[in-house]
C-alpha cells in the first residue's frame, strides 16, 4: 500500500484545499458516472493558433486543446442549437469546480419556471462537475448531468463536455486561455 503525504491546511489556503478534495472526488465519482469521451492526440488543422489555446470546430461537435502545431488533445462536446450557435474569439475568464448555476436571461425566458439560482450538484444544474466561463457574453465550457446530450446541438450556446472531459481540460489550461469557436 503506498503512503499519501497530508500537507496541512496551513501551508494550502483552506478554500483551495477544499477545491483540491472536491475536484479527486469530482474525478472518481465522474469516472463512474459520467466517462470521458475518450479524448484524444489528433492532428488538426491549428493553424494561427499556439499551444495552449482552445479550438471548438460546432460542425463537427469537438473540442480542440492545441498542444503544438497541428497537433490537439480533442474531446467529443455538445454545442449551441442552430438559432443559438456563436463563433468568434473568446478567453477564459473564471473557472469553478462544482458552480452554482443562475440561469441566463434567454434561458429564463424559454423557461421561467426555473428559479434565479440553481445549488452545486442539484440534478437540474447543467454545469456538471466543473465550467469555465468564457469572456464576451454569458457562455462557458463546462460538464453536464446529461452525458446523452454530447455529441449535439443542445445548448444555448455553451460548449458541454463529459463530467471527467472537463475535469481533464480544467487542470490543463488557465484564466486567459484563448478560445476560438468556428462552424
Partial sequence: ???VAFVPSAIIPRRRLLQLVVAVAALSLGSLTNTASGAERVRVDTAGLEAGAIMVRTSERRLYLVV????AIGYDVGVGRADRQWTGTAAITGKYIRPNWAPPLAVLKDRPDLPAMIPSGAPNNPMGE????????EYAIHGTNRPGSIGGFVSYGCIRMHNADILDLYARVAVGTPVTVMR
Fill in 68 to 71: 503544438g502545431p497541428g497537433k
Fill in 130 to 137: 466543473a465550467a469555465m466561463t468564457l469572456s464576451g457574453g
Fill in 1 to 3: 500500500m503506498r503512503e
